[in-house]
């Protein structure tokens, strides 16, 4: 569902591709195991008093001890409201069925409805779903046309 409203949160279009290489893992993998050895290393030499307990205490450690990288701390509050919208966000949403078989997925609108793709450069999704109404469409009204093809409805579905 976030998918979905990615354009309506950062004014940006998004679409989700998971590949084999790296299993998902980026440069920022690196990164952060770096961080945190030179943390933990700088901790563990610190006396018990000046050890890093804290998340502003790292924060303010990396400010000035790791060059080239740039640090945002985020509260707890930041955080909290985060986790009530996307809460309320996900409450209703279901998994796409078959997951695991899609390795593309690209939202249609901001309403919970994605095409999920086999690969990313199907021209045409192998599934259509709607995540909150947890319908599978198989058609879509944009390629029904008069003389082509006949149009049921039946519980909301086609």
């Not at 701390?73 to 998994?95: F, G, M, N, P």
């Amino acid at each position: 569902m976030n998918l979905c409203l990615h354009e309506k949160d950062f004014k940006l279009k998004a679409q989700w591709s998971f590949f084999a290489t790296s299993h998902g893992k980026t440069e920022c993998n690196g990164i952060g195991g770096t961080v945190k050895r030179l943390a933990r290393k700088q901790s563990l030499q610190q006396h018990l008093d000046r050890q890093i307990t804290t998340t502003n205490e790292l924060f303010e450690f990396c400010k000035v001890n790791i060059a080239n990288i740039t640090f945002q701390h985020i509260s707890k509050e930041a955080v909290d409201s985060t986790s009530l919208t996307l809460e309320s966000r996900l409450k209703d949403t279901q998994t796409l069925p078959g997951t695991r078989l899609f390795h593309n997925f690209q939202p249609i609108d901001d309403l919970g409805m994605i095409e999920a793709r086999r690969i990313s450069r199907d021209e045409t999704p192998a599934l259509t779903f709607n995540l909150l109404k947890h319908q599978t469409l198989l058609v879509k009204m944009k390629d029904l046309y008069p003389g082509c093809f006949v149009g049921c409805i039946y519980d909301n579905l086609w």
